[in-house]
């Protein structure tokens, strides 16, 4: 078993009396492409949002590193390596593909105390840093021809490659993709699947939530399955492809075809 990038203990959170996450434990294998799966409702986008600081476990401890990052702030987390995409994109859709690659954070401001002229042009040095590293990632996901359009123009597919761009600001280690491939052609998800698997290749780690059976057993070890606030699988994909009840109550039409 390899060594864990991220693990969880008894993180629980519920929302009046729903416990939309109880009590999971699991570990983030580095270097893995994990597979999160699992019914609507399960709580997986609930759990990214407990491990990226959007929301506060009511209990339980994640470690990131063995480093205790429990209800650390996002920006803190984002600093430290932990970079998500949303289910829903949400570009700011007036501003250009590239501004909105320009403005996610890279962790990089710099000193703050320093005097007004050194400032300046220490800012005209950051921001040309931040654009150029705007236009490699956006040359890495293959958007840069667009990078002059307003983001509220272009697919539903390419503004998933333009989340990952934004996290790809960050240099993150670890990369949770919340359903990525959900509503994107096939030819832009094979791109992203590309992209994914390069990154990997070069040790990023990623979490990845989706409901495309398919694309969870081709690109995902291990599988880890939630329902009801709970893990109720872990393995590799062979093992929940063989797994009866998966089978029945989370793989649903795609596993029984
Ligand atoms: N902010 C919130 N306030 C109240 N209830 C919430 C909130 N966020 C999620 N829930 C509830 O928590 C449960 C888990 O939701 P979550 O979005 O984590 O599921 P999911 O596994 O991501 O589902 P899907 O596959 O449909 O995206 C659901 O019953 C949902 O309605
Ligand atoms: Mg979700």
Do not use: W
């Amino acid at each position: 078993m390899a060594e864990a990038i991220l693990s969880t203990h008894a993180l629980s959170r519920s929302f009046g009396p729903l416990k939309a996450v109880d009590a999971v434990s699991l570990n983030i294998p580095r270097g893995s492409i994990t597979g999160l799966i699992g019914p609507n409702g399960a709580g997986k986008s609930t759990l990214f949002n407990l491990l990226t600081g959007a929301l506060k476990p009511d209990a339980g401890t994640v470690l990131l590193d063995g480093r205790d990052i429990t209800g650390d702030a996002p920006n803190a987390l984002f600093a430290q390596g932990i970079g998500r995409t949303f289910q829903i994109p949400r570009p700011f859709a007036r501003m250009s593909v590239l501004e909105n690659a320009m403005l996610a954070p890279t962790g990089q401001t710099g000193e703050t105390v320093v005097g007004p002229f050194l400032f300046r042009s220490r800012m005209r040095d950051q921001e040309r840093r931040i654009r150029q590293k705007a236009l490699d990632v956006l040359e890495f996901v293959t958007l840069a021809p667009l990078a002059d359009h307003p983001a509220g123009k272009i697919s539903g597919g390419q503004m998933k490659l333009l989340e990952l761009a934004r996290v790809l600001m960050g240099d993150p280690a670890l990369i949770l993709l919340d359903e990525p491939a959900a509503g994107v052609n096939p030819k832009l998800t094979e791109t992203l699947i590309g992209r994914i698997e390069e990154l990997n290749r070069q040790g990023t780690t990623f979490v990845i939530i989706e409901h495309d059976m398919d694309f969870v057993m081709r690109h995902c070890e291990p599988v880890i399955a939630m329902a009801q606030g709970s893990v109720v699988f872990q393995g590799t994909a062979d093992e929940a492809m063989a797994n009866p009840v998966l089978l029945d109550a989370y793989l649903g039409a795609t596993a029984n075809a």
